[in-house]
């Protein structure tokens, strides 16, 4: 699998080519629904081209809770299709991106006086098993439970429940998405911001989102700065909380919610496993878990309303009730807000069905059309390939010439490359070989083979290697530092002050692979800092 040349230092002279050409489908939105549309419309043969206004994943795809699960919490709700479909694909991506998604076991106290109560609980998990076709063994007894989840309030405590579920890197998901689809002739451009929809009528139909057909958008690239009219056949809302925005008046009302979460260091929350536990103040589900050498510990559920093109950002009220779930869940480790190394937040696009509490909202994905545009919105992280497969399915009625098998096939096809570390007689630390072959796929060979001396070590408190700095910086569209520091890699929320203590070393790798001047790169740090601050940071560090 080649790199795609637009995304190397420079190549960006060639997205006005791209922009200039006719597609079949323009995919508006770089999150994991655009990017899982445009892999599935490019292995069918569609050409299509995404663009996003800011970088990949930049929004609730860079933000989400990490994990790739099967819904068991919306059994309660009723939504058995949905879960159904969650498990399903949760267990296509275990199979078909190991290294990049991986299994991840939860652990769930039995309190005397919790809901919900044991017996509920096991019911739910059969039917979860019985929609996996599997079958295991769940309830342990106090004492065993303690060994497999130490450190967890032991007052009242019955036994414990056990299940399998499974975790992401959500960010390195859209990036391998997306390297595939461009090996399958797809094209993805970040920084590109569509500014209105081309219709049937120029300008006065433009005005009217009801009248004319639409045969493209009027693009405007932020690194160059010009304005571009790309035309397509077909052209996909897949923005998410944002589709408002482009769709005009929807036929379904968003209700975008904000999911925080705070990160600390393993050492402080170590974790063999996921602990799920109900928030003592309203039964709220709350989890904490291991992940890329950090704990994570989430999320809220709450009514964003604030500006969408304003970062979310972690209130003070979220944080208090989420150190409350830790205090009350791990007693003996005496948790407070010193111990948090970053926060996050993301906004999710569900459908507002008019539930008084947004946590009893659905996560069903919607689509809904006009001539020419496709919306879709809703959805989670896991059920994407699913949602891309729906999306085809309704296109398919406006692309009369094209007609294509929409059955599902392998999510990412099988890196050619030979074991990693065998085949190019590498150093690399343990399971790093998988891990490297889960995000990069084909590319895994040729990102370890461009590390110079040290380059495949840990950089400290992670799980990256410095090399895949080198590579993002080299073939990864980054157009500035906050995409190499929080979406390429993560190290902006597994580093204290977002990482700045390896920043030289970042800058002595990636400056020369980027292009940028010294003033380019001090302008790069201090806003990517000052973002730190105001965005991935406790709310009293923002003063």
Same mark, same amino acid.
């Given at each position: ?37 445009? *892999? ?106 303690? !060994? ?105 009302? *968003? ?8 990160? *600390?260091? !393993? ?23 291991? #992940? ?40 003996? *480790? ?10 996050y937040a993301g906004v999710r696009p569900v459908i507002d069905t008019g539930k008084a509490d947004p946590s009893k909202e659905a996560r069903d994905h919607v689509l809904w059309q006009q001539e020419g545009l496709l919306t879709v919105t809703g959805g989670k992280l896991t059920t994407f390939r699913a949602i891309a497969l729906d999306v085809l399915r309704h296109a398919a009625a406006?692309?009369?010439? #094209? ?62 290697? #410095? ?7 080299r073939h990864e569209s980054v157009q500035h530092l906050e995409d190499l520091m929080l979406r390429r890699s993560r190290l902006g929320i597994q580093l204290a002050h977002g990482g700045a ?43």
């Open positions: 699998m080649t790199p795609a040349p637009h995304w190397a230092p420079g190549g960006r002279t060639q997205a006005a080519d791209l922009l200039a050409r006719e597609w079949d489908l323009l995919v508006v939105g770089g999150g994991i629904t655009g990017a899982g549309i445009l *892999l599935e419309a490019a292995r069918r043969g569609l050409r299509a081209l995404l663009v996003e206004q800011r970088d990949f994943a930049w929004g609730t795809s860079s933000r989400s809770s990490k994990l790739v699960h099967g819904g068991l919490r919306y059994l309660k709700e009723g939504q058995f299709a949905l879960t159904r479909e969650s498990v399903h694909e949760r267990d296509a991506l275990l199979r078909d991106a190991p290294g990049l998604v991986e299994p991840q076991s939860f652990a769930f106290g039995d309190y005397e006086g919790r809901k919900p109560g044991r017996r509920a609980f096991l019911l739910g998990l059969a039917i979860y098993d019985r929609m996996a076709g599997q079958r295991a063994r769940h309830y342990f007894s106090a004492q065993e439970f303690l !060994a497999m989840a130490p450190h967890i309030r032991t007052d009242g405590l019955q036994g414990g429940i056990c299940y399998q579920d499974a975790k992401t890197d959500d960010a390195r998901l859209v990036m391998r998405v997306l390297h595939e689809a461009q090996a399958h002739g797809g094209a993805a451009l970040n920084y590109c911001a569509v500014q209105s929809l081309v219709r049937d009528g120029g300008e006065a139909a433009a005005a009217d989102a009801q009248a004319g057909r639409v045969r493209g958008a009027v693009v405007r690239c932020a690194v160059s700065g010009n304005t571009h009219q790309v035309r397509a056949k077909l052209v996909v809302n897949a923005t998410g909380a944002w589709a408002d925005r482009l769709h005009g008046k929807a036929a379904a009302r *968003l209700r975008p919610l904000r999911g925080s979460h705070l990160v *600390l260091p !393993a050492w402080r929350l170590p974790l063999a496993q996921a602990i799920s536990l109900m928030h003592p103040r309203d039964g709220r589900p709350v989890f904490a878990f291991p #992940w890329e050498g950090v704990a994570i510990v989430g999320t809220t559920d709450v009514d964003h309303r604030s500006d969408l093109q304003q970062e979310a950002a972690i209130t003070q009220e979220e944080t208090d009730y989420l150190m409350e779930a830790l205090r009350d869940q791990f007693p003996t *480790l005496s948790l407070n807000e010193d111990d948090v190394l970053a926060t406006q692309l009369p010439h #094209w007609q294509a098998d929409l059955g599902q096939c392998a999510i990412f096809a099988p890196a050619p490359e030979p074991a990693l570390a065998a085949s190019r007689g590498l150093c690399l630390a343990h399971g790093q070989a998988r891990r490297l072959q889960g995000r990069y796929g084909a590319q895994a060979a040729a990102l370890a083979g461009a590390a110079q001396e040290g380059e495949l070590e840990e950089i400290p408190g992670t799980e990256t290697l #410095w090399v895949q700095l080198r590579w993002a910086a203590a390896v920043l030289a070393r970042v800058r002595a790798i990636c400056q020369p692979e980027l292009g940028w001047n010294d003033q380019r790169w001090a302008a790069e740090e201090a806003a990517y800092l000052a973002l730190c601050r105001s965005n991935y940071s406790l709310p009293k560090a923002r003063a």
